[in-house]
């Protein structure tokens, strides 16, 4: 069964700041990882979707590493803006099912 | 492009009725899945759908059940409703199993 943890559970920081946000994963046979945003109340926005045979993926201020072997992705997020405050969530996809960490709350303060 | 719509965006029932949600996938995307959202539990896979076919399907009771129509649109189905059941109930759409989901904005249910 997989087990996604996210680590830290909730982060502040000041804007312009840049924010790193930890995914580990104990199934490594994973067709692809995608990370999400949620603001509260509200639905899920994908934000970047790596596939297993990709290292690394850019979208923007956002870029996501991959290192299936380990379990293990980050998202990193650069210069952060306070409408980067939400929760991101990590989500491997294993047979068409995403198994999702519980998230990281993130605060952006002006 | 419209995104996923799901409908109604919130519902209040009481305990023992039964309740069907609705969703309509991107136009195009043939695979539908089903999570819930508690604060307790975080985010569980319901189900999945491909072509009017049932993929997958998590951990839970018969009561929860689905299906897809040949226009890819799905419906999820409650019986027998617990307070337990209160949750966000979101849906998502890929053109395929393993490519990208992407997600309405939920139906929220309350169980009274």
């Known amino acids: 069964k997989q087990e996604v943890t996210q680590i830290p559970a909730a982060l502040s920081v000041p804007e312009g700041e840049n924010l790193v946000l930890n995914c580990s994963f104990t199934d490594s046979a994973i067709y692809n990882l995608q990370w999400f945003r949620q603001d509260p109340g509200k639905g899920l926005t994908s934000l970047l979707l790596?596939?297993?045979?990709?290292r690394e993926q850019t979208s923007g201020r956002l870029n996501a590493s991959l290192d299936k072997s380990s379990g293990r992705s980050t998202l990193y997020i650069a210069a952060s803006q306070p409408g980067d405050s939400a929760t991101y969530l990590c989500?491997?996809?294993?047979?068409?099912?995403?198994?999702f960490g519980a998230g990281t709350q993130v605060v952006v303060t002006p | 492009k419209a995104g996923v719509t799901q409908t109604p965006r919130y519902l209040i029932k009481t305990r023992g009725q039964q309740v069907t949600l609705s969703c309509s996938p991107i136009?195009?995307?043939?695979?539908v899945s089903w999570y819930q959202q508690t604060p307790g539990q975080g985010l569980q896979f319901l189900f999945e759908y491909f072509s009017e076919t049932q993929r997958n399907k998590g951990n839970f009771p018969g009561r929860f059940s689905g299906r897809q129509f040949s226009n890819s649109r799905s419906e999820m189905n409650v019986s027998t409703l617990e307070l337990g059941d209160s949750a966000l109930y979101l849906c998502a759409s890929s053109p395929d199993r393993n490519t990208e989901a992407f997600f309405g904005q939920g139906t929220r249910l309350t169980v009274v």
């Open positions: 989500a491997p996809d294993s047979w068409g099912k995403l198994q």
């Open positions: 136009s195009g995307h043939r695979s």
């Open positions: 790596i596939q297993s045979s990709q």
